[in-house]
């Protein structure tokens, strides 16, 4: 991958490969996200996926855990 300058706007939308680099993910997980759901928020363009920052953002704030602990309970399971 190669190293990108990402706008500082909130609003500004990615594509997916950008997207993809911003989260340190593949593209296929991202599209396996959208198919089953629990990926970042994304918008379609007509055919095209665009992603917002601030959604980008927004989900990876989410998916901070500070234990294993914490992750077991995320999923609905025991620790």
């Known amino acids: 991958m190669t ?4 706008s500082p706007d909130p ?5 997916e490969a ?7 993910v593949s593209r296929r997980s991202l599209q ?8 970042p928020r994304f918008v379609k363009v007509g055919k095209l996926v665009r992603y917002r920052r601030a959604d980008l953002l927004e989900f990876t704030a989410a998916t901070f855990l500070t234990t294993t602990e914490a992750d077991a309970q995320r999923a609905g399971g025991a620790a």
Do not use: P
């Not at 190293?3 to 990402?6: A, P, S, V």
């Not at 609003?11 to 594509?15: E, F, H, K, P, Q």
């Not at 950008?18 to 340190?24: N, P, R, T, V």
């Open 3 to 6: 190293q990108q300058n990402f």
């Open 11 to 15: 609003s500004a939308l990615l594509t």
């Open 18 to 24: 950008q997207a993809a680099e911003f989260l340190h």
């Open 32 to 39: 396996a996200w959208r198919v089953r759901g629990g990926g």
